[in-house]
Nanobody, 129 residues
């Protein structure tokens, strides 16, 4: 059974950093790609970052949402079955529930929820002074 569990959220001041973790089980990061999405109250869920599986034509490809490019970094630890999202220079607009999701397709240039089949329950990120 495919499962992903997010952790690492919390309260951080503007300009601070957090590292989110997505612990996976029931599948291997060799064959499945991972995406991070976030949702703020009253807003649609938006793509933050994704990373392709380590096998296949797009092996290891990563992509970022426009608003986080240059500040966030996604990385995978295949041995530990975990994907990380390092978030630096956080802004109040970065606040929301962050979700990890799984797809058996590649990390796409356009981050869309439609391509992801399995989702975690999310971890809350609050950016406030």
């Amino acid at each position: 059974q495919l499962q992903v569990v997010e952790s690492g959220g919390g309260l951080v001041q503007p300009g601070g950093s957090l590292r989110l973790s997505c612990a996976t089980s029931g599948f291997t990061l060799d064959d499945y790609s991972i995406g991070w999405f976030r949702q703020a109250p009253g807003k649609e869920r938006e793509g933050v970052a994704c990373i392709s599986s380590t096998r296949g034509r797009d092996a290891g490809f990563s992509n970022y949402g426009v608003s986080v490019k240059g500040r966030f970094t996604i990385s995978g630890d295949n041995a530990g079955n975990t994907v990380y999202l390092q978030m630096n220079s956080l802004k109040p607009d970065d606040a929301g529930v962050y979700y990890c999701a799984v797809t058996n397709g590649p990390c796409s240039v356009v981050l869309t929820t439609l391509e992801y089949d399995f989702w975690g329950r999310g971890t809350q990120v609050t950016v406030s002074s």
